[in-house]
């Protein structure tokens, strides 16, 4: 993922998802201008950047800050901004998008601390968290207590996409060399049996059933990351960096609704 100066880029995000598993919910990364209609029936993330399709730095990057919308059916939306704001402080075409929705609900606490750049890490981790559903949401409830959550934040979602890439290639080693023992011992083995009358049906037969289980087991070979571990309840916060602080709360009188 992209280090410098902790920003996020719409490249990045796109990167992360196709490696780690969203339960389906990742819809895409956009421009504020560019947010698509959804499936009114479909539940779904997409995140939307503040900056418009023509405010692109280089290589194609657009520049601005990440919100995150998560549609949960035709009426109802929970909307995360890393500072605290609603839908409304941002440009006509958030406003706008957002104004659809007879329920939203946008999370009032400030998690980013202002003059950082780590809005992309916070948009990824709370995608992560509403995959995760209650546990999830649970573990936003807490981190709004961690006085060094920005850090926090930008670590985990570093180390999820590290250990994703870590899969993804050594599940691209282990399938290469399935193929490669394969297709060293399937002649040789074919010779040999081919002698023995009677055999070459069998063979067949075993050849058709190694077949069968190759395709059983390569979803599992190229399937994504599952973080669930940084959700679970004894896992996120045994860290000496998690500083706690009971007196903040999430939000002001609706919880985001992640069922």
Same mark, same amino acid.
């Given at each position: ?182 297709? %060293? ?67 002001? %009188?609706?919880?985001? %609704?992640? %069922?």
């Amino acid at each position: 993922m992209n280090d410098q100066q902790n920003m996020i880029s719409d490249a990045d995000i796109k990167s992360f998802f196709s490696l780690v598993d969203s339960k389906e919910l990742f819809a895409g990364v956009f421009a504020s201008d560019q947010i698509p209609f959804l499936d009114p029936d479909v539940e779904a993330i997409t995140f939307i950047n503040t900056g418009i399709s023509s405010t692109k730095g280089q290589d194609s990057v657009i520049v601005g800050h990440w919100l995150l919308a998560h549609q949960v059916n035709s009426n109802t939306a929970n909307f995360f901004d890393s500072f605290g704001f609603p839908p409304q402080f941002f440009n006509e075409h958030i406003v706008n998008y957002f104004s659809r929705y007879e329920n939203l609900f946008p999370n009032k606490f400030q998690f980013q601390t202002f003059g950082t750049q780590v809005c992309g890490y916070y948009v990824i981790f709370v995608a992560c968290a509403i995959a995760q559903g209650r546990k999830g949401e649970e573990k936003l409830m807490e981190l709004s207590g961690n006085r060094n959550r920005d850090e926090y934040v930008e670590r985990v979602v570093k180390e999820i996409y590290e250990k994703a890439v870590e899969r993804q290639e050594l599940s691209q080693r282990v399938a290469d060399l399935f193929f490669e023992v394969a297709s %060293d011992v399937y002649q040789p083995v074919l010779r040999w049996i081919s002698g023995f009358e009677g055999l070459t049906l069998i063979c067949a037969f075993l050849c058709l059933l190694l077949f069968v289980l190759l395709i059983c087991f390569i979803p599992e070979i190229y399937g994504r990351y599952d973080p669930s571990d940084y959700f679970n309840s004894d896992t996120l916060y045994e860290d000496e960096m998690m500083d706690i602080d009971d007196s903040d709360t999430l939000y002001e %009188d609706e919880r985001m %609704d992640v %069922d």
